[in-house]
């Protein structure tokens, strides 16, 4: 169990203030708020931590690769401050800061999940405690060796500090971001945290063989991690830490952010538990409403997806992660394609001059043709392709369209060019996700590079003409872009997108409203963590 100076060392850091007493922290252990994720029974509490835990491992690789990209631009950190950035430049500092929040914000989100890790006693809760841990300090220590290393960098440049604090719609970051993150990150009380973890790490060190947490390979990786993080983020606090806490709070417990290493937006905060557990399985968007779309979407439509609790693509900017390509079914085949004489005509030049587009990739790719059609899970018809976690995949409505917020467009080409799209989706089916978001290799694909792949303009099809944007120095588009395109060609005669439909989750609300073209506009603007979308 945890000895009672660090368990009141950590109650007084690790929760919001007021901290409960001293002598009072045992007795409230064995009953955990009924929204908390330690309120899951063991086995649903270890498959979310499971999930957790990967997508640590995917934000730590992230947060690593930035630090590379960062270390080739360099000199634009170390540049003097009175000789100006180029646009060009500050779009490379903004997209990489932007991309670090991103990171910054998905690992606090895990850290803040289980820092109640306390209130599972060790000797009762063995199974909880221990992953509760984990995953807690795993997440603190990542974020402390990536965020004082950035802060060393960018702290007291200040051109850099004013650029990085300004708000900015286009890369989704509120005003003082910057400047936020140092008053909590770079905080006595971060530091206290990190040391009394690394204590507390040796002690479970029988607990996680017991519990054969040492088993998985990922929390192998995970322990590794934290030593080589918390020895980073050790050294830092001691090159530089007077430096560093020269303009943070001394006073823990009277600091009502000191819980928080990102400044995550209140209302994530207020709302992590309830909604997180309670909303696992529960969309904002009703499955009815989601299958009432089906009447008004077309095989090629572009849908862009957002679930609140489960972001992809962490790392890009923008309220929109996910975009995916609805192609409907062999049935809506027959009804938009099969009868096009440019689409019958496009059939006549592929191998065996299938008469349908359900004949031509049924015999190009009968491997990939049995499963699409076959039903899901759910019962429901494959009607989607995506690139998730898993690869590209087909799936149904319930994967696909039972979100928090949805999207729908759909471009303005001929039926010939969605049957090419379609087609280069099937083909591409399979294929690993792209975690670097790598827009130059066709081995792996994320999300949205799936949809610019499939539409891609080339000398057989028109596609869309959506230009990819620089993230941290790297070339890539974010699924807002799509929105943002939408957007900027609004009742334009030569725009490429149409609105089809906007479901608008509600937070509060608990549901999700219908919203017209106007109100979808404006979505790419919102910030990406802003959760209270009023």
């Known amino acids: 169990m945890l000895s009672t100076p660090l368990l009141v060392t950590w109650l007084a850091l690790a929760t919001p203030p007021p901290s409960p007493a001293p002598q ?6 064995s009953t955990p708020d009924a929204t908390s994720v330690y309120s899951l029974e063991n086995g649903a509490f270890v498959d979310q931590a499971l999930e957790d835990l990967e997508a640590l491992e995917h934000h730590a690789q992230g947060l690593r690769a930035l630090q590379e990209q960062i270390s080739k631009t360099r000199g634009l950190y170390l540049r003097k401050q009175d000789v100006p950035y180029t646009p060009e430049e ?35 809760q063995e199974t909880k405690h221990a992953w509760g841990f984990l995953l807690t300090h795993g997440a603190l220590t990542t974020e402390l060796a990536h965020g004082l290393t950035y802060a060393e960098l960018a702290q007291g440049r200040a051109q850099l500090e004013v650029l990085l604090d300004e708000p900015s719609e286009e890369y989704g970051l509120p005003a003082r971001t910057f400047a936020r993150f140092k008053e909590t990150a770079i905080h006595v009380s971060t530091a206290t945290q990190l040391m009394t973890g690394d204590a507390y790490a040796e002690q479970l060190r029988p607990l996680f063989k017991k519990t054969g947490i040492v088993n998985v390979r990922r929390a192998v990786w995970l322990l590794q991690e ?12 001691l090159q530089r830490g007077p430096t560093l806490f020269a303009k943070a709070g001394a006073d823990v417990l009277k600091d009502a952010t000191a819980h928080a290493v990102f400044p995550v937006q209140a209302s994530v905060a207020e709302w992590m538990g309830d909604t997180k557990v309670k909303r696992i399985g529960q969309p904002l968007i009703q499955r009815e409403q989601a299958l009432a779309l089906l009447a008004r979407m077309q095989p090629g439509d572009i849908v862009v997806a957002r679930q ?28 938009f394609f099969d009868g096009d004489p440019e689409v019958r005509a496009w059939l006549k030049t592929r191998r065996g001059a299938p008469k349908t587009l359900a004949e031509h990739l049924a015999r190009e790719y009968p491997a990939k043709w049995a499963t699409f059609t076959a039903a899901d899970e759910h019962g429901d018809a494959i009607r989607v392709i995506e690139s998730i976690s898993e690869g590209v995949s087909f799936t149904g409505p319930e994967h696909a369209l039972h979100v928090d917020y949805l ?21 591409l089916q399979g294929r690993p996700y792209d975690f670097n978001f790598d827009f130059f290799s066709d081995s792996t694909l994320v999300c949205t590079e799936l949809v610019y792949k499939s539409y891609v303009p080339s000398q057989e099809t028109t596609g869309v003409r959506i230009g990819l944007v620089d993230v941290a120095g790297r070339r890539t588009l974010p699924a807002n872009e799509f929105v943002r395109l939408f957007d900027s060609e609004y009742g334009n005669p030569e725009r490429q997108l149409d609105f089809v439909a906007f479901l608008d989750g509600r937070e509060q609300e608990r549901d999700a409203v219908e919203g017209d073209a106007d109100a979808f506009r ?3 603007r919102r910030v990406k963590w802003d959760i209270a979308q009023q």
């Open 24 to 29: 009072a922290a045992e007795a409230s252990a």
């Open 90 to 124: 500050k779009r490379t500092l903004l997209t990489t800061w932007a991309a670090f929040s991103d990171y910054f914000a998905s690992l606090e989100l895990i850290r803040q999940r289980y820092w109640d890790f306390v209130k599972a006693p060790a000797l009762t």
């Open 308 to 335: 609140n609790w489960y972001l992809s693509n962490i790392g890009l900017p923008g309220f929109w992660p996910h975009a995916e390509l609805y192609v409907g079914t062999p049935q809506d085949w027959a009804t």
């Open 226 to 237: 934290m030593r080589q993080n918390s020895k980073v983020a050790r050294g830092k606090l």
């Open 522 to 524: 404006r979505t790419w």
């Open 407 to 427: 999207g729908v467009m759909r471009p303005r080409l001929r039926p010939v060019d969605k049957a090419l799209a379609i087609a280069r989706a099937f083909h």
